[in-house]
């Protein structure tokens, strides 16, 4: 009997402590059991309901409502994000600003943005949380169709339960459904923003390195004609209007068909620059992007992004 009760309780213990274990580290960390990991960041969030993990980004997302809550962190003094957040600005990128305020946010300051914007003939609005120091902005974005402006309220309740855990894991790496080699380059990882990998020689971003960037589409694309596409995307990159296309060659990676574009265009500072750009078509509507661009030794440095995009594979 005395064997048979002590088999019995001390599985029943161990449990006991694993839940005690874990209600303290949720409260050290001002978590509670409804808070979920957002991949690549040591950030957590009680998601609006119906929302689920995203494999395109860090974040959530609601297909069925076709809203989601995308995290971005850059590398640029809050003050200087928030002060670019202009009504002026914000209506050349084709969004118009509804309300803009300060709010106390976990102990500190933080802005919080009210936007509307139209796109493929749809009214989304936008609920941002902008936070951070005078080294780093971390921007929480929520969007949504204005047809389900009914989870506004929940929006921005999620928004607002994120909380910050330094022992959370935040690899990159194991943040993104896809994986590549940059091993025996000079190329390093810098930074993951919005589901992208993005590497630069010297590991800084932003820089004035060659660099190279892997990610994902966010949504899902229709169209007919991939070729043109990828023509009209190499255009709609930074300074893009100003890309020229010098060969263009179909390729296949990881059994995915797409096209190889190799391009001349103008940095920043108006210096001549090359442009490589491979897209692969997955044929469920999302692609896979590729972009390196330097203004240093072309040859050496498109050798390279060839070799590195070889690599790819989805995971």
């Not at 007919?224 to 010098?246: H, W």
Request: proline share 3%; charged share 20%; net charge positive.
């Amino acid at each position: 009997m005395n064997n048979f009760n002590t088999l019995n309780i001390l599985p029943f213990m161990k449990m006991k402590l694993a839940i005690f274990l874990c209600v303290m580290v949720n409260l050290v960390f001002g978590q509670n059991p409804s808070h979920q990991v957002i991949s690549g960041t040591k950030y957590s969030m009680i998601p609006p309901d119906g929302f689920i993990a995203s494999t395109n980004f860090s974040g959530f997302q609601n297909s069925k409502l076709g809203a989601s809550i995308m995290v971005t962190e850059l590398p640029i003094a809050m003050q200087l994000t928030v002060e670019s957040f202009t009504a002026d600005a914000l209506r050349q990128k084709g969004m118009t600003l509804i309300d803009k305020q300060t709010i106390d946010f976990n102990k500190a300051k933080a802005t919080f943005i009210s936007l509307s914007q139209q796109a493929n003939g749809t009214n989304y609005l936008k609920q941002m949380l902008v936070f951070g120091d005078d080294k780093k902005t971390v921007i929480l974005n929520g969007i949504y169709a204005e047809a389900s402006k009914d989870i506004a309220t929940a929006m921005k309740a999620a928004l607002l339960s994120t909380t910050y855990n330094e022992q959370q894991n935040d690899d990159p790496l194991e943040a993104v459904k896809f994986k590549i080699d940059v091993s025996g380059t000079p190329f390093k990882l810098a930074k993951l923003i919005s589901g992208s990998l993005l590497f630069s020689t010297d590991g800084k971003i932003p820089t004035v390195s060659p660099t190279l960037i892997v990610g994902n589409s966010i949504g899902t694309i229709s169209t007919t004609d991939q070729k043109k596409f990828c023509i009209e995307r190499l255009k709609k990159l930074p300074r893009g209007e100003s890309n020229t296309v010098k060969e263009m060659n179909a390729i296949t990676i990881d059994q995915l068909p797409g096209y190889e574009i190799i391009a001349d265009g103008k940095s920043n500072d108006s210096k001549d620059q090359l442009i490589y750009q491979v897209i692969l078509f997955t044929g469920t509507g999302e692609y896979f992007i590729i972009v390196g661009s330097a203004t240093e030794a072309f040859q050496t440095n498109l050798l390279q992004f060839k070799n590195i995009t070889q690599t790819f594979k989805r995971k």
